[in-house]
């Protein structure tokens, strides 16, 4: 592919001279307007979602509306106060702040304290407005981990036959594929996946009415607080609803595994696309420039972002740790205030998610580079081991020192893997004093050549292409559930709550009687 062709679909003629003709110091040699998605999931992106999610203001509104619910129910406050405060937590849906009592007073007509107060009868400020941001900011992190999976899935089926080395201490280990490789970061997203949902497991879960520890006087009703914000379940004890808290840790856990992950397979990236490598290369817009170097156009500037990125997420999951390490199991600020530090990381992570799908489908593999430097890297000597095993009645260990022995004499002598003979082996048998093969040079080649590699390495989970291509699909039909599942979530949630402010409503404009 010639990635230097300018794509009419989305840069014309007139953009790019435009883009040549700008005297702009950061445009490069890349002949190419540098894409603005990068931006919008490097720094754009998290930003609006930490504003976005960590505005408390619509999540103490959502609670006042359920509690108020709640109250009326039990017979706790009468209709008219419902009907007084109905529409100033409508408005707290639509608008920035921090909520609470006081922003519900001043924005009453009357500025009524004793109205305003009673969204706040037998319950504490805290609870659970947090476990709602929260869970906010999984559900975003969570669809956006299933698009980039089924990227990822759809990029490794389009790249089964991508041949390469599969890589130990960064040397060549065994033959691979790129879709092989992809398909392995897939799989430890989708344990991340589980990990994630295991955590929202933990924070969808109510603790509005456990007072500071021990409950209130008030005949409250926690289980229907529960039902009205589309809360899985109750925290039954109110000790542990101010005093644990740990569903912070398990979120910034998770996101962190995620992290890691995504910071791992940039390296990888990074370290191919580069100029002495050159297995991969991006298409020019993605590419990094340079204020000094004319010349400058580098393919893993967009890696290093996606590693910065990552490095965030484990930075707010280590602030978050040491915030909880040696508090005492109760209400105090360094552990209730660092719901900030899963939301920004949550945040951070659906940004990293997004770079890396967005980045995908503009990554080339050179194919018959990978190749060459494949068949150069002796990784078939493994193979040949077992022939030496299984044909020619040799233990383990000696054949694995007779294979080690050739290899070591043939890069001495400059001899290419496809080119060792049977004389070779012969010869580095004589030398580490072990019985001579009776093995001819198409058994030695069959091997060294790679030629068949894929053919014989077709097991459970090998990259054999069509073994391969099986794993996918079944990776697809676990992705699908796990999407449906996303949708449950969400439509839960959403269903609850219209209904619980439809209820809300209902009693706000019911007669007076």
Known sequence: MNTNVNDEKNVSRKELEAYWGDHNHRFHAAGRPPTSEWQQYFGTLPKQRVEEVYNRLWACGLMDMAWLVMLYERGLVDRETVAKLEPVLEKSMTEKGWGGEDWIRQNLPDHDEDVASAVNYGRTLQEPMGRIMMREGIMYALEELQCTRACLLDTAAENVDTVMAGHSHRAHAQPTTWGAYLLAVHDQLARGEEQLELAFRHVNRNTGGCGACSGTGWPVDRERITELLGFDDTVELTYDCEGSMDDHL??????????????????????????????????????????????????????????????????????????????????????????????????????????????????HPDRK?????????????????????????????????????????????????YECSAALLQEAARISNDRIPDITDGEVYDCMGLEHFFEKHNNLGDPNPQETLRLIERRRQAHEEARLRQTERRNRIENAIAAMKKRLHAIACAPTE
Not at 279 to 294: A, K, N, V
Not at 375 to 396: F, H, M, N, Q, T
Not at 405 to 414: K, L, N, P
């Open 250 to 363: 398990t979120t910034l856990f998770a996101a962190a595994n995620i992290a890691v992950t995504l910071g791992r397979t940039a390296t990888d990236h990074n370290n191919w696309v580069s100029e002495d490598v050159s297995l991969f290369t991006t298409d020019m817009e993605w590419r990094g420039c340079s204020s000094f170097m004319p010349q400058k156009a580098h393919a893993g500037s967009y890696f290093e972002r996606l590693r910065i990125i990552s490095n965030r997420v484990l930075g707010q999951m280590q602030t978050g740790m040491l915030n909880y390490h040696n508090e005492p199991i109760q209400d105090v600020l360094p552990v209730y205030m660092s719901e900030e530090y899963v939301i920004t990381a949550l945040a951070q992570l659906e940004g990293a998610l997004g770079m890396l799908r967005i980045i995908l489908p503009h990554i």
């Open 369 to 417: 580079r990978m190749w060459k430097l494949l068949r150069e890297g002796y990784s078939g000597a493994p193979d040949l081991a077992i022939v030496l095993v299984r044909e020619k009645g040799y233990g383990g260990r000696a054949a694995h020192r007779i294979c080690a022995t050739m290899v070591r004499i043939a890069r001495e002598r400059g001899i290419p893997p």
